[in-house]
């Protein structure tokens, strides 16, 4: 698997999924890009990659992130592949989805037959929709999109008055993921003169037939706050008593400071700054992260599971150690809900730097990771500026 680095495809790969993951989330209003926001405490991307990378079929797998996200998505995407048999790339958003979805459909390697173009929006669409797509693609030949009947009324209206009732037995909802033979949908994309809000309308525009599957309740688009109360409400039931499951986890990690080695806390670099000395590189903040994920699930700790001394982990960056924790806790059926950190030390300062640290850590962890600092008041080896030192904590319930 590639986790977003332009390695070379494999080029068996028949499958392929874009997801889009590049909007701002205007009417979702909580000024963080949708993708990245937590649904009941796990971050929507992660949500929406989890069946994609549940496929047992070997799968093509294009990540459509917002151009200022492309390093978080690349580790988040990291972190939810786990062993996932994928080739797996991010690639840049673009204005509007239309954009984003030809951006995608441009990064897949050219053995792919089959395109599955879905919203990261969609985090709780079932596996199965995904497959059931997939065949019926591959067995028709055409566009498919899954549908679910117009429940309510629908009226016409013309300003405030209704002009009728339109006839809604001939009337569906259509939701992604929606499947394509992929050099048809590439063409459809390339001859669209109009923006589209679906990929079937830009499929149909060039006079491709489109079928519908049955859809699913669960695979409807997170837009507005009201939407996100309802996926949290559904995640809730899926998982019982979530509450009663939650498990906290407690990490400490200390390192000395080294004036010749880079400096790298909280998965920053901090250029001009003394680094920190250690087998790996040195970064206390994530390495109390993993261990307080760890400690969680009950799964030991950094040393005993990462080996300390073991060359594997010579200069690792501390993402590597993190991801690892993360899915050792996929592996015991667990996952993360939330992780707080505290910096203990008088440099580097990490007050500017807060909401970027605490962008990187959770993107890796797949949850929000809230970061502060503190000094010791000039007493103790932190105060004397001879090292750094961090305390976190992690709570993990059964994924
Ligand atoms: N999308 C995208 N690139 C864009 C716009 C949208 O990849 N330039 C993606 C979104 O990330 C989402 C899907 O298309 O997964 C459906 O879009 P929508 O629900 O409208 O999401 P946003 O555009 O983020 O929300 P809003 O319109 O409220 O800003
Ligand atoms: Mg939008």
């Known amino acids: 698997m590639s986790t977003g680095s332009p390695t070379t495809p494999p080029t068996d790969l028949v499958r392929g999924v874009v997801v889009v993951a590049a909007g701002s989330g205007t009417r979702l209003g909580i000024g963080t890009a949708k993708a990245f ?5 796990r971050l929507m991307l992660a949500r929406a990659l989890t ?4 496929m047992t079929e070997p799968t093509a797998v294009v990540v459509v992130a917002p151009d200022d996200r492309l390093d978080a998505c690349r580790a988040l995407v990291a972190s939810v592949a786990g062993a996932a048999v994928t080739y797996t790339t991010v690639v840049a958003g673009g204005g509007d989805r239309h954009a984003s979805v030809q951006a995608g459909l441009a990064a897949l390697p050219s053995s ?4 599955l173009v879905h919203d990261a929006a969609r985090c709780l669409t079932p596996a199965a929709q995904f497959d059931l797509v997939f065949r019926t693609v591959e067995s028709t030949g ?6 679910l009947p117009v429940t309510d009324t629908v009226k016409q209206v013309s300003g405030d008055v209704v002009v009728g009732t339109v006839d809604r037995s001939s009337l569906v909802g259509v939701q992604t993921p929606q499947g394509f033979p992929l050099a048809a949908l590439r063409s459809a994309y390339a001859a669209s003169t109009q923006s589209e809000t679906d990929d079937a309308g830009v499929f149909q525009a060039a006079g491709g037939t489109v079928r519908f599957v049955p859809g699913h309740a669960d695979a409807f688009k997170i837009t507005t706050p009201w939407d996100l109360q309802r996926a949290t409400a559904i995640v809730a039931e899926r998982s019982g008593d979530v509450r009663a499951d939650v498990r906290l986890g407690l990490g400490v990690d200390v390192h000395a400071f080294d004036a010749s080695a880079p400096c790298r806390v909280g998965l920053l670099d901090f250029p001009g700054e003394r ?6 590189d040195g970064d206390a903040v994530a390495h109390a ?19 300390t001394s073991d060359p594997a982990f010579a200069g ?13 806790l996929a592996d015991a059926g667990l996952v993360p809900s939330s992780v707080t950190v505290q910096v203990i030390g008088n440099r580097p300062r990490i007050g500017s730097r807060r909401g970027e640290m605490e ?6 962890v797949g949850a929000p990771v809230a970061v502060s600092g503190t000094t010791t008041d000039g007493l103790g080896f932190t105060g004397r500026g001879e090292g750094l030192a961090a305390i976190a904590t992690a709570l993990v319930r059964p994924s």
């Open 112 to 115: 792919v037959q089959t395109v």
């Open 275 to 280: 680094g920190l000395a250690g087998h790996s």
């Open 359 to 364: 962008a990187a850590l959770s993107a890796v």
């Open 316 to 328: 690792a960056t501390g993402d590597v150690f993190v991801r690892g924790a993360v899915r050792a």
């Open 142 to 147: 055409d566009g498919v999109v899954p549908a």
């Open 289 to 307: 992260v993993c261990d307080a994920l760890l400690s969680a699930g009950g799964l030991g700790d950094i040393g005993g599971r990462f080996g």
């Open 37 to 41: 926001v937590p649904v009941a405490g």
């Open 51 to 54: 069946p994609v990378f549940a």
